[in-house]
């Protein structure tokens, strides 16, 4: 069974930065794509970033150049560096894992506003 939980959330203000973390508890972390999903009030979940079991990174459109996404599998972790948040950057952010089967944490909240 995969648990993933999720850290790091809060209040920011416009241009200031966050980190996440996400827990990943599974037996063998090395095989799972990781990945940050957020969603917001009326809008569908998107793709914030991920990260391939190999190391490769994808960034959503709305992102590129402001997050970065990291893990460490020794620790079995996942990380979302965010920096000159924004307020359009307020959502739910959900940590995700796949490998045959699809996983997510329960969220947590990320509010930018000044």
């Known amino acids: 069974q995969v648990q993933l939980v999720e850290s790091g959330g809060g209040l920011a203000q416009p241009g200031e930065s966050m980190r996440l973390s996400c827990a990943v508890s599974?037996?063998?972390?090395?095989?799972?794509?990781l990945g940050w999903y957020r969603q917001s009030p009326g809008k569908q979940r998107e793709l914030v970033a991920s990260i391939s079991a190999a190391g490769y990174e994808v960034y959503g459109d709305a992102v590129k150049g402001r997050f970065a996404i990291s893990r460490d599998n020794g620790e079995k972790m996942v990380y979302l560096r965010m920096n000159n948040l924004k307020p359009e950057d307020t959502a739910v952010y959900y940590c995700n894992a796949f490998w045959e089967n699809e996983y997510w944490g329960r969220g947590t909240q990320v509010t930018v506003s000044s």
């Open positions: 599974v037996a063998e972390v090395t095989i799972f794509d």
